[in-house]
């Protein structure tokens, strides 16, 4: 199983950034797919979920509003767009196979700071 997230980088508060999440060795069109993130000092925090036909979509309430996700299983990806970004939102982004983050992939870093 791999998963590889990226589009991270240095944004400004209230900018948007769209992070993808390339995943192979399993059937990724069957699972339930997660972003979860994790901030610096802090433990590891679920902020979005997707069923496998993306028709259902859970948001922590961190987030709601502000980050959309998406999957597209043809291409064996999965998407995370974030607008109005916060500084809180700062942290080391993972998609992962669980909620808890105990199958994540390697992250991607996304910085909010002015």
């Known amino acids: 199983v791999q998963l590889q997230a990226s589009g991270g980088g240095l944004v400004q508060p209230g900018e948007s950034l769209t992070l993808s999440c390339a995943a192979s060795?399993?059937?990724?069109?069957?699972?339930?797919m997660y972003w979860v993130r994790q901030a610096p000092g802090k433990d590891i925090e679920w902020i979005s979920s997707?069923?496998?036909?993306?028709?259902?979509?859970e948001y922590a309430d961190s987030v709601k509003g502000r980050f959309t996700i998406s999957r597209d299983n043809a291409k064996n990806t999965l998407y995370l767009h974030m607008s109005s970004l916060k500084s809180d939102d700062t942290a080391v982004y993972y998609c992962?196979?669980?909620?808890?983050?105990?199958?994540r992939g390697q992250g991607t870093l996304v910085t909010v700071s002015s």
């Open positions: 992962s196979k669980d909620s808890k983050g105990a199958n």
């Open positions: 997707i069923n496998p036909g993306s028709y259902i979509t």
């Open positions: 060795g399993f059937s990724f069109n069957i699972y339930y």
